[in-house]
């Protein structure tokens, strides 16, 4: 397995938990606000009960104290109640805040500090109950002649036969301590999102220092797995984010000397190879023309050119494979004719499909494909490749369907070959990596595994796309597309 594909599998298992950033601020902002919000709530209930119950208390405390005061002085007449109570009324020093009723028994305002009430009848609950019980009741409320909020506190007058002379009537209004309350809530929620602001900023400053080196580690990881190996990360945390990044900078080098090491052995081995099997495929064609070889033996010198002319073929990928990570493979273009070299690939394969029992279905266009810009003999790599692969997983399915034509893709024009099999298929988790250097999955089949990964290579000098898809009908296989620019 290549080691571009570990690569690839650690940068996936870095890059698997998205949304730091986000997943932090939700979570820190969900207990802070729960907090901030629990607070504010808590503080409003408490102030709101602080300052109503507080000024009904008041007002109670003084309507009880004055109505006991007031029934010492009053005599058993009507008019000298009411004499006494309009007197009262005219030196009461809380006008400004506070007005002050005297209620008769039946309900009616009888003398106030404001004299636009008087004569009215409020009808408010506390007055009915202070009259019907003969003690002090109070109720808050909108007031049912202007709608203003007020808080009303009526306190019996009894004479000394302790009858019921009237009620001494308290009434503030709640607006100035609504204000109040309001500002006081404000003032805790303003106070709340302060506290919130300061928390997501600190926390945006703390998940940067954490983000910023990840991102960088992330970047590397992605040049690793792109074949960058030996770069390294310029480590200035000491903490354990600067040991991760140790540990890649060590992973990275390891991975470099590994990888050259490689390299330096498959091109030697390479080139070791390459005189012998020359040397035994040449004597092996020049045997079989002497007529006086028996039969056996010229069938056993054919099984050994036949395999000889493979490992060939191997050690002319294995060279690939070592041109492409030094940076020395390369493509000649010229004008080329697809529908040509692959109608030579087809013809070449031929007697393989058919010793295979291999239907082969290719219908050429009626209308010739463009000339475009290609390598020819890269390309002709590419489609006997791509044929090989699709005798070799494909022949289950008995049939090879290839076809070829023109297609329009991000507003740019392709020549297209497709070359579909009706095999097994290739397992859905292994499918992403069948283009990777020496990755053979769970296949069986003989082969080094590195075919199409320089059939990648070359399409992609050729600015081109080599995409690989298992067959969505229930026909399955696998189809291969070979996309060549028009120009």
Request: net charge negative.
């Amino acid at each position: 397995m290549d080691i571009s594909h570990i690569g690839m599998k650690t940068l996936k298992m870095i890059n698997k938990p998205r949304g730091i950033k986000g997943r932090w601020l939700i979570n820190s902002l969900t207990v802070v606000v729960a907090i901030v919000l629990t607070g504010v709530i808590a503080y409003s209930v408490s102030i709101s009960s602080y300052y109503y119950s507080g000024m009904k208390a008041s007002l109670e405390t003084k309507a009880k104290t004055a109505s006991d005061f007031f029934q010492d002085y009053i005599s058993r007449t009507y008019a000298e109640y009411y004499q006494t109570a309009y007197a009262y009324s005219e030196r009461f020093d809380e006008r400004d805040r506070i007005e002050l009723q005297f209620v008769s028994a039946a309900g009616r305002v009888e003398t106030s500090t404001y004299g636009i009430t008087a004569g009215t009848r409020p009808g408010t609950p506390e007055i009915t109950e202070a009259l019907e019980t003969k003690r002090l009741a109070g109720w808050s409320g909108n007031n049912p002649k202007t709608g203003e909020r007020i808080l009303a506190v009526s306190s019996p007058i009894i004479n000394s036969d302790g009858r019921l002379i009237g009620l001494m009537r308290y009434v503030s209004s709640l607006s100035a301590v609504d204000k109040l309350v309001v500002l006081h809530v404000g003032a805790a929620t303003g106070i709340g999102l302060l506290i919130i602001i300061a928390v997501i900023s600190a926390n945006l400053f703390f998940i940067r220092s954490i983000i910023a080196p990840v991102q960088e580690v992330t970047a590397m990881t992605r040049s690793i797995a792109d074949g960058g190996y030996g770069a390294r990360i310029e480590n200035n945390y000491g903490d354990e984010i600067g040991e991760m990044v140790e540990s890649i900078n060590e992973m990275s080098v390891k991975i470099s000397q590994t990888e050259k090491l490689k390299t330096e052995f498959i091109s030697t081995v390479s080139h070791e190879l390459r005189t012998p099997l020359t040397a035994i495929t040449g004597w092996s064609e020049t045997l079989l023309y002497d007529d006086a070889l028996k039969s056996e033996a010229r069938r056993g010198l054919s099984i050994i050119l036949k395999e000889s002319q493979r490992l060939a073929a191997m050690v002319e990928e294995l060279l690939d494979v070592t041109r492409i990570e030094e940076g020395r493979f390369t493509v000649r273009l010229e004008d080329t004719d697809v529908e040509t070299l692959l109608d030579e690939a087809i013809t070449t394969y031929a007697e393989v499909f058919r010793s295979a029992g291999l239907k082969l279905e290719y219908i050429p266009l009626e209308d010739p494909l463009p000339v475009i810009p290609g390598d020819p003999v890269r390309l002709k790599q590419v489609f006997l490749n791509i044929l090989d692969n699709a005798a070799k997983y494909g022949r289950s399915g008995g049939k090879i369907v290839i076809n070829c034509g023109l297609v329009t893709e991000d507003k740019k024009d392709y020549t297209e070959v497709t070359v579909r099999d009706f095999g097994s298929g290739i397992p859905e988790d292994e499918l992403e990596f069948v283009k990777y250097k020496f990755y053979k999955g769970s296949s069986k089949e003989r082969g080094s595994g590195i075919g199409l990964a320089v059939c990648d290579e070359i399409i992609k000098r050729h600015r081109g796309k080599l995409i690989i898809e298992n067959a969505s009908d229930e026909d399955g296989g696998v189809i291969v597309r070979i996309q060549l620019p028009v120009t």
